[in-house]
């Protein structure tokens, strides 16, 4: 009995140190890409032109890192992707937070607060997940021109709160389905309101699905290109048309350096975000699949 036992803990022991080995080298599969373009910004050019993409920098320098916030060329002017930068937390920001208090209502109204037909509604809402995003471009350009919001930050805030209702509302109605209606009953016969209860009982439980919300809809709007660059103008366009136009810029020599230096700048944000953030982001996505 003492042998099968040591064979059985022997052999899961190996099986563990297999799985981690996979892990390990898939993990490193994966962050090679990351890890080359962080290598390449801090070099100096000479030493990327004889072709050593994976070489340690001899002479490690930020220079290329000041050149992509400040100076590089995005087209036809030479200011680098700071400005850009701005301009996508001015959008990111308050799209994030407005398409999250909006989806936060609607599965409170759709969970707690049905009408006749809400069933329907919340269908069609849904629908909005799976339209892809050039079907829309035409009918959304002529809007915006009516509302005269066009090649304007607020134009680009419009554009992500309306496609990122749909999921926000996915998420909300699905984690508030299994918060018992009896505590919005008993709420409505004590006298609270509509505002009252959402505001006292489901908003304190809603925190995981909260950062599910957050997370999603800021990497969706920060890394967005399509919007980006069909609706704004130079003076409001996001940092990712500012990364595509300094990459394709063919003026002067290709300063590779540069390029990754304002393509790390560009991934920062969300790359801290998932490693600030990304257990709870798995978290409440478990939460909410469990409970919807």
Not at 181 to 207: C, Y
Request: charged share 10%; with cysteine; net charge positive.
């Amino acid at each position: 009995m003492d042998n099968v036992i040591r064979r059985r803990t022997l052999g899961a022991r190996i099986a563990r140190v297999l799985l981690y080995a996979v892990l390990i080298m898939a993990a490193l599969f994966y962050l090679l890409p990351l890890v080359v373009m962080l290598i390449t910004s801090v070099k100096p050019l000479a030493e990327i032109t004889p072709g050593t993409l994976l070489s340690l920098p001899r002479e490690p320098t930020l220079a290329p890192w000041g050149k992509a916030w400040g100076e590089a060329c995005t087209g036809m002017r030479c200011e680098g992707v700071g400005g850009y930068f701005f301009n996508s937390i001015a959008i990111v920001v308050p799209a994030v937070l407005i398409s999250t208090a909006i989806g936060a209502l609607n599965g409170y109204v759709l969970t707690k607060w049905r009408f006749k037909g809400s069933e329907l509604v919340f269908a069609l809402m849904l629908f909005g997940c799976f339209i892809p995003f050039q079907v829309v471009l035409l009918p959304m350009a002529q809007t915006l021109g009516w509302l005269g919001l066009s090649t304007s930050r607020a134009g680009l805030i419009l554009v992500h709160v309306v496609f990122g209702i749909a999921f926000t509302t996915l998420f909300f109605r699905n984690f508030y389905v299994a918060v018992p209606t009896e505590l919005v009953s008993a709420a409505k016969l004590d006298g609270a309101g509509f505002l009252r209860i959402f505001w006292r009982i489901l908003l304190p439980v809603s925190a995981p699905i909260i950062v599910v919300s957050v997370i999603w809809q800021f990497t969706q709007i920060w890394n967005d290109f399509l919007f980006g660059v069909a609706f704004s103008a130079h003076n409001t366009q996001p940092v990712t048309v500012a990364l595509n136009n300094l990459v394709n810029t063919s003026t002067g020599a290709k300063e590779y350096n540069v390029d990754m230096a304002a393509a790390m700048i560009a991934a920062l944000p969300t790359l801290v975000v998932y490693v600030l953030a990304g257990k709870y982001f798995v978290r409440g996505l478990t939460a909410g699949s469990v409970k919807g």
